[in-house]
């Protein structure tokens, strides 16, 4: 059974442009959730999506937003970048209702704003 | 809201030595904990959860935590460290069913391990 699935693996963006991520969860999987990891701020969680719909969602501002399509492929869109946005950028998808939820993470989209 | 803390940011063993990576928790309700290994260039995958069920935990690669609410500790340990183990470990937390997804993580520890 394939992973999770991200894509692109490298980006470098400048400073004002938005930018687009992409993530196929393992299959089977409804739920997909978007995390940033930082070394200043660690690992903080975004959003997450499942059927289509916002279910949870972090502190960030709404620069960061995000979809899902009904086949649970999801993308997640920053706009107007800032160079703290800078980070690996991590997606989880999760077997979401089944009481035995555990997230499976892929390898992340590192993007540099330059 | 929940928390965790972990206790040291960077730890050595020599190989064959006992692990203790050290994860405290702040949650008004029962907690769901999980540890999360990171390997470099990699995403996180799941060495092991705590849902209620038994506060002894067993996880993938000979890891274990044990559950003690007493001390609000989910310490993670493997009796016999190997150099494969060396990686940056996170301690989690969530309240339950419907936000198993919104994970709240610790700072990480990084291991290293020596010959």
């Known amino acids: 059974k394939a992973g999770v699935t991200q894509t692109p693996r490298y980006l470098i963006k400048t400073r004002g442009q938005q930018v687009t991520l992409s993530c196929s969860p393992i299959?089977?999987?409804?739920?997909v959730s978007w995390y940033q990891q930082t070394p200043g701020q660690g690992l903080q969680f975004l959003f997450e999506?499942?059927?289509?719909?916002?279910?949870n969602k972090g502190n960030f501002p709404g620069r960061f937003s995000g979809r899902q399509f009904s086949n649970s492929r999801s993308e997640m869109n920053v706009s107007t970048l800032e160079l703290g946005d800078s980070a690996l950028y991590l997606c989880?998808?999760?077997?979401?209702?089944?009481?035995?939820?555990?997230?499976?993470f892929g390898s992340g989209t590192q993007l540099s704003v330059l | 809201a929940q928390s965790v803390t972990q206790l040291g940011s960077h730890v050595s063993v020599s190989e064959g030595a006992l692990v203790l990576l050290r994860c405290n928790y702040s949650?008004?309700?029962?907690?769901?904990l999980f540890w999360y290994v990171q390997y470099p260039n990699q995403g996180l995958q799941l060495l092991l959860k705590?849902?209620?069920?038994?506060?002894l935990v067993k996880g993938i690669n000979g890891f274990e935590a044990e559950f003690k609410k007493s001390e609000t500790s989910f310490h993670l340990t493997k009796p016999s460290a190997h150099m494969s183990d060396a990686a940056e470990y996170f301690c989690a937390v969530t309240t339950g069913r419907g936000t198993a997804s919104k994970l709240t993580f610790g700072t990480g520890t990084r291991l290293q391990v020596t010959l």
């Open positions: 989880a998808s999760n077997l979401r209702g089944t009481g035995d939820e555990k997230l499976f």
């Open positions: 299959s089977g999987h409804r739920s």
């Open positions: 949650s008004s309700v029962p907690p769901y």
């Open positions: 705590y849902t209620s069920a038994a506060t």
């Open positions: 999506y499942f059927s289509e719909t916002q279910r």
